[in-house]
C-alpha cells in the first residue's frame, strides 16, 4: 500500500480511526495504515480495525503493569511497523518520556480542546464552567508534558445557549475528524516537523495551529499564519 504511513494508537470508540480509513478508502488521502494499537481489549475501535483487514494489536496494562514495560513493548510493536507518523486518536494513556522522546515529531493528538485551554480530561464541562465563548478540538505533536507539544491545527466552534459537555462533544465529533484528515493530508503533502519546540511546514516556522476553514481544509500554503 503506498500513503503516509500510520500506526494508530486508540483507546475506544475508533470514529476517528473509521474516518481516516473512509478517507482512504475514497481515495481522498494516500494513507497506508499499517496497525493500530489499543490499550483497551474492549475498546470498539479494534473491531473496526478488523472489519478492514488492518492489524488490531492489544498492549494490555494488565500485563505489563510497569509504565516502563509497557512503553517497551509499545516501542517493539512501533519500531516492528515503522510508521512514519503515529496518530493517538483517543489514546487515554500517559505515555513515558522516553518513548515519546524517540519519536519526536513523529507523533501526534488528537484533544477535544482549544489547547493550551484544558490540557487532560473533562474539556467541555472545563470550558462550560469557565463561561468560554469558544471551544474546538486541538492537533498538537506528543512532547513528554500532556498536551503541551506544539499545536499543528485547530478547528474552533462557538458554546451555544443550553450546551451540555454532551451536546458539544456531539458537534465537534464531526469537526474533529474533518480537522485530523486535513491534518494528515498536510503531513502526506507537505515537510511537517516539529524543530525546537515549534511547528515547521516545509521549513518555515509557525508560532499558531492552522485554522480549520468552513470547508473542511486547513488554510492553504502560502496563507499560513506564518511566524513574521
Ligand atoms: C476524540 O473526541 C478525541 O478528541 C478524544 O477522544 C475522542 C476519541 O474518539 N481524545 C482525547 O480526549 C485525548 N485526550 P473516537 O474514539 O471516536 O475516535
Known amino acids: 500500500m503506498t500513503g503516509l504511513r500510520c500506526l494508530v494508537l486508540l483507546s475506544g470508540r475508533g470514529s476517528n480511526l473509521a474516518t481516516m480509513i473512509a478517507a ?7 494513507l497506508d495504515i499499517c496497525a493500530v494499537i489499543s490499550n483497551r481489549s474492549t475498546a470498539p475501535g479494534l473491531d473496526i480495525a478488523r472489519q478492514a483487514d488492518i ?5 494490555d496494562p494488565i500485563r505489563y503493569p510497569e509504565r516502563q514495560d509497557y512503553d517497551r513493548q509499545l516501542s517493539r510493536l512501533i519500531q516492528e511497523w515503522q510508521p ?7 489514546f487515554m494513556r500517559i505515555l513515558g518520556a522516553e518513548l515519546v522522546n524517540s519519536h519526536h515529531g513523529r507523533m501526534i493528538n488528537l484533544h477535544p480542546s482549544l489547547l493550551p485551554k484544558y490540557t487532560g480530561l473533562d474539556t467541555y464541562n472545563r470550558a462550560l464552567t469557565a463561561g468560554d465563548s469558544h471551544y474546538g478540538a486541538s492537533i498538537h505533536f506528543v512532547t513528554p508534558a500532556l498536551d503541551a507539544g506544539a499545536l499543528i491545527s485547530q478547528a474552533v466552534l462557538a ?3 443550553g450546551d451540555t459537555a454532551e451536546i458539544m462533544a456531539a458537534r465537534l465529533q464531526p469537526v474533529e475528524h474533518q480537522l485530523l484528515v486535513a491534518s494528515l493530508e498536510l503531513f502526506s503533502q507537505h515537510t511537517v516537523e516539529l524543530i525546537d519546540d515549534m511547528l515547521h511546514i516545509d521549513g518555515k516556522p509557525y508560532a499558531k495551529p492552522l485554522p480549520l476553514a468552513a470547508d473542511g481544509r486547513l488554510i492553504p500554503a502560502g496563507e499560513f499564519n506564518q511566524r513574521s
Open 55 to 59: 492489524p488490531a494489536i492489544l498492549v
Open 159 to 161: 458554546i451555544e445557549p
Open 84 to 90: 512514519e507518523l503515529i496518530v493517538l486518536a483517543g
Open 24 to 30: 482512504r478508502d475514497s481515495g481522498q488521502l494516500p
